[in-house]
């Protein structure tokens, strides 16, 4: 079998080289064809001997993401539906700003989490993602929207916040963030590259010490009895541990400061008590919130809370000093925004069933700066 050299970070395209009897510097340049020139013909790798060239077509392959759907919201989000096997698929959304393009990208197909208000998590585990399927789909984004080569940054964040708990597939997370970042690859700045969790603590740790970014942890509740409800794995990390371990990784975080997210569901988490109560919760942590309101899918169970209601909770923290943002809700007539990413392929009428939910879910017009 051969090796997708796209999943590889620099230690391995290093040993991969050595192997070949290759100097390290070969591995730098083959770095650069790939993520910075998005090149996937060995032929093509001018400044590599012809002999070389000719052995890694023999060994390897540079091989990005099987896409099968591109759609465009009327607001310029774009998703990509890419094909994982099995039946499987999985979303990656590209965000574009006045003053930043933002790439969302899954982890995983499905999720373990069973987060009660998430599309994904509804939608069960099926796998995880190899190294080259996470960063695969930073680099076809780059090649779609013609990036590659570009003077300017058209991907200038990343988001860890597709379908998919990234912590849950730590090993593969890191080597793809560490292509991000790499110099040689996407030279992201850590703080332009976000991991959000819903708080597996040991993982958070380990993250702190190889490849510490920018952290959003995703809390929407302001107790541990209503978070136990609606974010189960807080069974088994309660949140005075899960903020312990917010504390920690800040040491060493490129931002002083971690993004708490808070989605608003009707009724369950955003009345006036629970703003009040979050504001005290919080207090032990130097943070940000993100109040995120909910994006309904079908069969969701839940509603989006009321636009008053929204102003009226983000006040509240405002008023507390809390720095506060509500998520605009970007692509939601593609199903593209947060927690509606499903990747279904062979369900179609779940699909056309909720897109009609989502065009008739009113679009709450609060000028907001996402994260
Ligand atoms: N698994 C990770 C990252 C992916 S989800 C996590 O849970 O943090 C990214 C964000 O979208 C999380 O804060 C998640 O809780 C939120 N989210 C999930 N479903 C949502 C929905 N239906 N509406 C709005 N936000 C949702
Ligand atoms: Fe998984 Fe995150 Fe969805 Fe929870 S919110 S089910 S952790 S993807």
Redesign the pocket.
Known sequence: MTVNLLGLVRQELNAFCQDLGEKPFRAKQIMHWMHQSGVCDFAAMSDISKLLRERLGGLACIKGPKVIQDSIALDGTRKWLIDVGTGNAIETVFIPESTRGTLCVSSQAG?A?E?T???TGRQGFNRNLSAAEIIGQLWWANQCLGAFGSEERVISNVV???M???LANFDNVVKALQLMLDDDAYGLSRRRVTL???GLVPAMDRLREECPVAL?V?L?APNDALRNQLVPINRKYPIRELFAACLRYIEKAPRDFVTF?Y?LLDGVNDTLAHARELVETVKPVPCKINL?P????AN?GYERSKPEAVSRFRDVLLQAGLVTTVRKTRGDDIAA????LAGQVKDKTRRVQRRALVQTTPFIPIKVVAM
């Open positions: 999720c989490l987060c208000f998430c599309s860890m916040m597709g998919g708990e990234p959000s969790t819903s959003a995703s929407h997210e989605v995120i909910f994006n309904p899918f969701a925004a947060c927690g509606q």
